[in-house]
Nanobody
Framework: QVLLVESGGDLVQAGGSLRLSCAAS????????MGWYRQAPGKQRELVAT???????NYADSVKGRFTISRDNAKNTVYLQMNSLKPEDTGVYYC???????????????WGQGTQVTVSS
């Protein structure tokens, strides 16, 4: 079983910055892609950014140029640096990781519990 734990959510003023972290723990697993999703009140969960084990990234159009996703493969940790935050960035941010477990090679898709980001205007 892979467990994801996020941290870094907070209340910040518009224009400010936050850095989210998500650490994966467990035994005998390999992570391929990791990513961040968010869910605003009354809305569906949406993709924010993803990163592969090789470092290829993908961003939602709404965060391009403001957010940067990165990862430390040795620590099984993914980060989301969020700059120039806007009130519409408010929501619960969820970490996601996909990969497989050894020795079975069964795939997994794990989610964290979420961390609240609130941007005040």
């Amino acid at each position: 079983q892979v467990l994801l734990v996020e941290s870094g959510g907070d209340l910040v003023q518009a224009g400010g910055s936050l850095r989210l972290s998500c650490a994966a723990s467990g035994t005998n697993f390999i992570i391929n892609a990791m990513g961040w999703y968010r869910q605003a009140p009354g809305k569906q969960r949406e993709l924010v950014a993803t990163i592969t084990s090789g470092g290829s990234t993908n961003y939602a159009d709404s965060v391009k140029g403001r957010f940067t996703i990165s990862r430390d493969n040795a620590k099984n940790t993914v980060y989301l640096q969020m700059n120039s935050l806007k009130p519409e960035d408010t929501g619960v941010y969820y970490c996601n990781a996909g990969g497989f477990q050894r020795p079975s090679y069964y795939s997994f898709n794990a989610w964290g519990q979420g961390t609240q980001v609130t941007v005040s205007s």
